[in-house]
């Protein structure tokens, strides 16, 4: 009972947060000085050619009365103008891109496979090593692996990604030529070349989160290795397996998966960095695309489905949380 009262409320959360952000990303976009009607209207654009495109993109009433439709589209579909012209955006709708003539959630479902193999990929990569190394380390204080572990680490967290994704791609795809420069190929169309493809990419963003992890969690597992708990634990002559395994390694996790959920949201919603050097379209080169050529409902779609994606990670982490500590499910 206490679980489901715990989810409910987490979820109920999530719904007012997505609400909120859909509000603020939607005003923002309103106040924006260009106009996507006079985009689509194209040049040269008569006062009359430019009323009747606000009319067909429904941006002729006010700003509440387009969000409401906007949020009305998402759940029952929408329709943009009328008569044989009219199109039709099914549910979920988030938009209508009319520069290229094609629904926003179709276009983020394009280029989801992407983004979604590299954060994947990079988060199963950077989860072990990071939380692997971190542990160590804190298990081997001021040793030599220690000490080299968190040197790493350190360059990892200073370094930003576009110098680590150029001198990986320096190194491995031009003087060795041992992995391939850029580009994706679909899982489906070959699953080896596929994973050929992306681990550059992998490697280069988990080096880059491992470091974090590695900090994170040696930090947190030496605290809690010095709790009254753990001596009690080893007092009753626990192995230091089992010590670091079933008691200290439980509330090292806390902080790290509440980390994990937010960087995994982030790349999820595209790796704009990454997918740029790498040259890659996923989610974050169409929201670069969209921001250069103006192209506001897929800026605005984007933004939401992004938001929706860090949500939804936070509410299951929230979820994991619970798991793990359950004091938390009293707040």
Same mark, same amino acid.
């Given at each position: ?247 200290? =390694?439980?509330?090292?996790? #806390?902080?790290? @998966? %509440?980390? /994990?959920?937010?960087? $995994?949201?982030?790349? !999820?919603?595209?790796? &704009? ?20 050529? =103006?192209?506001?409902?897929? #800026?605005?779609? @984007? %933004?939401? /489905?992004?938001?929706? $994606?860090?949500?939804? !990670?936070?509410?299951? &982490? ?14």
């Amino acid at each position: 009972m206490r679980t489901a009262r715990f989810a409910a409320t987490r979820f109920a959360g999530m719904l007012l947060v997505l609400f909120v952000v859909a509000f603020v990303t939607f005003v923002v976009f309103y106040v924006l000085p260009a106009d996507p009607a006079r985009m689509a209207c194209g040049r040269p654009c008569s006062p009359e050619g430019l009323q009747l495109a606000r009319e067909f993109m429904g941006y002729d009433v006010p700003w509440y009365r387009q969000f409401l439709d906007f949020l009305g589209g998402i759940f029952g579909g929408r329709t943009f103008g009328t008569g044989a012209a009219a199109i039709h955006c099914t549910a979920p709708c988030f938009g209508w891109d009319f520069q290229n003539n094609v629904d926003v959630l179709s276009e983020i479902g394009g280029r989801i496979e992407v983004s979604f193999s590299v954060a994947l990929g990079a988060a199963a990569i950077w989860i072990v090593a990071g939380v692997g190394l971190g542990v160590l380390s804190a298990l081997r204080r001021g040793s030599a692996a220690d000490r080299i572990t968190m040197a790493a680490a350190m360059a990892g967290v200073s370094m930003p990604a576009y110098l680590a994704g150029m001198i990986g791609i320096t190194i491995f795809a031009f003087a060795l030529d041992v992995v391939p420069k850029s580009g994706y190929v679909p899982l489906t169309e070959n699953p080896a070349q596929w994973a050929w493809h992306l681990v550059l990419p992998w490697f280069v963003l988990a080096f880059l989160h491992a470091a974090i992890y590695a900090r994170l969690t040696r930090g947190q597992m030496l605290e809690t290795l010095g709790e009254d708990y753990i001596r009690t634990a080893r007092a009753k002559g626990l192995t230091e397996r089992k010590v670091v395994g079933r008691h200290a =390694l439980r509330n090292v996790l #806390l902080p790290v @998966v %509440t980390v /994990f959920g937010v960087d $995994l949201g982030a790349l !999820l919603a595209g790796t &704009v960095i990454t997918e740029r050097i790498f040259g890659m379209a996923g989610v974050g080169r169409l929201l670069v695309d969209a921001i250069a050529s =103006l192209n506001l409902p897929v #800026l605005l779609g @984007v %933004t939401l /489905f992004s938001a929706l $994606l860090v949500t939804v !990670l936070n509410f299951l &982490v929230d979820l994991c949380y619970g798991a793990l500590d359950p004091r938390a499910r009293l707040v």
